[in-house]
C-alpha cells in the first residue's frame, strides 16, 4: 500500500481562501515532499521539509512536519485559480533518495 | 541547481514497437536514478531504481525483459518500453538523485500513448 495518503482526496475553494491539505504516512522518514502537477503534465517542485524540521515556508506556501504523529499538512495562503492542480506528497524513507507517494489532492479553485 | 530533464515529453506509438526514454541530470551527476509510472487520476508507483554501472532494481510486479533500464553514465539513465502494447500508455517519471543529498529531483515526465 501507499506510504502517504493525502487527505483530503478532494478539494474546492474559492479564489483568495486559503487551502489545507494533509499527508498521513506509516514509517519513520528522512524527508517529506510537496509536489503540484497540473492535468496531464509532470511534477512540479514545491517544499522539501527534513524529518529534523517543524515548519518551513516558501511564498504562500506553509509546510508542518509532525513526526510524532506522522503526518504533515501544505497551506496555500490566498489561493489562485492558477493553484488548481493535483498535490501529491512524497516520502524518502531513507537517505536512498527512494520517494513514495501519496494517492493526491485535487484542488479546484474558483475564480 | 538539480534540474533533471527528460526526453521526450511525450510519445505515440504502434504496437508491438519499442520506446527509449531518456533521463539526464543537467548540472550534478546522479548516482541513483528512479522510474515511475502513473495511470490517469491514479498515483506515482516506482517501477525500479537505477544505479549507475550496474542492473536496476526492479518492483515487484514489475516485467524486467518488457521495461529496459539502462543507466551507463551518472548524468543518463533510459526506459525502453520494449513490444509497447496499448496498455503500457501511461506517464513516465524519472528522477535522480545526487549521492551527497538525500532527496530525488523529478523530470517533467513523458506520455506515452501506445495505438
Known amino acids: 500500500s501507499q506510504q502517504g495518503e493525502e487527505d483530503p482526496q478532494a478539494l474546492s475553494i474559492q479564489e483568495g481562501e486559503n487551502a489545507t491539505m494533509n499527508c498521513s504516512y506509516k514509517?519513520?522518514?528522512?524527508?517529506l515532499q510537496w509536489y503540484r502537477q497540473n492535468s496531464g503534465r509532470g511534477l512540479v517542485h514545491l517544499i522539501l521539509?527534513?524529518?529534523?524540521?517543524r515548519e518551513k515556508h516558501s511564498g504562500r506556501l506553509r509546510v508542518t512536519l509532525d513526526t510524532s504523529k506522522k503526518s504533515s499538512s501544505l497551506l496555500i495562503t490566498a489561493s489562485r485559480a492558477a493553484d488548481t492542480a493535483s498535490y501529491f506528497c512524497?516520502?524518502?524513507?531513507?537517505?536512498?533518495?527512494?520517494?513514495?507517494f501519496g494517492d493526491g489532492t485535487t484542488l479546484t479553485v474558483k475564480p | 541547481g538539480a534540474v533533471v530533464s527528460q526526453h521526450p515529453s511525450w510519445v505515440i506509438c504502434k504496437s508491438g514497437t519499442s520506446v527509449k526514454i531518456e533521463c539526464r541530470s543537467l548540472?550534478?551527476?546522479?548516482?541513483?536514478m528512479f522510474w515511475y509510472r502513473q495511470f490517469p487520476k491514479q498515483s506515482l508507483m516506482l517501477m525500479a531504481t537505477?544505479?549507475?554501472?550496474?542492473?536496476?532494481?526492479?518492483e515487484q510486479g514489475v516485467e524486467k525483459d518488457k521495461f529496459l533500464i539502462n543507466h551507463a553514465s551518472l548524468t543518463l539513465s533510459t526506459l525502453t518500453v520494449t513490444s509497447a502494447h496499448p496498455e503500457d500508455s501511461s506517464f513516465y517519471i524519472c528522477?535522480?538523485?545526487?549521492?551527497?543529498?538525500?532527496?530525488?529531483?523529478f523530470g517533467q515526465g513523458t506520455r506515452l500513448t501506445v495505438v
Open positions: 512524497a516520502t524518502g524513507i531513507s537517505n536512498a533518495g527512494k520517494s513514495t
Open positions: 514509517t519513520s522518514i528522512n524527508n
Open positions: 528522477s535522480a538523485r545526487d549521492g551527497g543529498r538525500p532527496e530525488a529531483f
Open positions: 548540472d550534478f551527476q546522479a548516482t541513483t
Open positions: 521539509i527534513r524529518s529534523n524540521e
Open positions: 537505477s544505479n549507475e554501472g550496474s542492473k536496476a532494481t526492479y
